[in-house]
């Protein structure tokens, strides 16, 4: 009989930890000091850092976070130097990803009566959903990819609805 509770007790561990039983992932205020925003994100986001120069702008500095949980990957991208006319040239760099089986869908959005985009992507396993805004001479995009049979709206809602700019901060940048 102990055998059998042994048994028992280790195969819904086991199922646990396949179907992601695990404790849920603790949101929290993510604000790096300095870029002038604050975001909802899953843990502590990891970083990295990229610096090219440009000819118009300078040396053009982008930041880089990103978080997971399961099914999902959040992303912000944080950049110094960028004029807004150039939105459309950016957009048209990356992120007309109708290659294969994507569908790929863009709308006019506004933060704080600032223009900017959304753009999703979508195909049978997997939908992305960006939102860009150039402010000032900021880039801030944030994005979100998941799986399609593990979306959790309420997640990714948190995510784009928490997204503020420190007025203060960024004036001073």
Known sequence: MKRFVHIT???????????????????QE???QGDGFSVQMPGEPKQMSFRFD??????????????RTPGHRYYVLYSNVIEPEDLDEFMDMGFQMRWGDWEFEDTDILYNGHSGKEMKFRNKRSTIVSRTYIIDDKLYQLSVRYQNKKLSSSDVERFFNSFTIDESVRDSL
């Open 9 to 27: 007790i280790l195969s819904v561990g086991i199922i646990c930890l396949a179907i992601n039983c695990a404790r849920p992932t603790e949101w």
């Open 54 to 67: 440009d000819e118009e702008d300078g040396t053009v500095e982008m930041q880089y976070y990103r978080a």
């Open 30 to 32: 993510f604000s790096p």
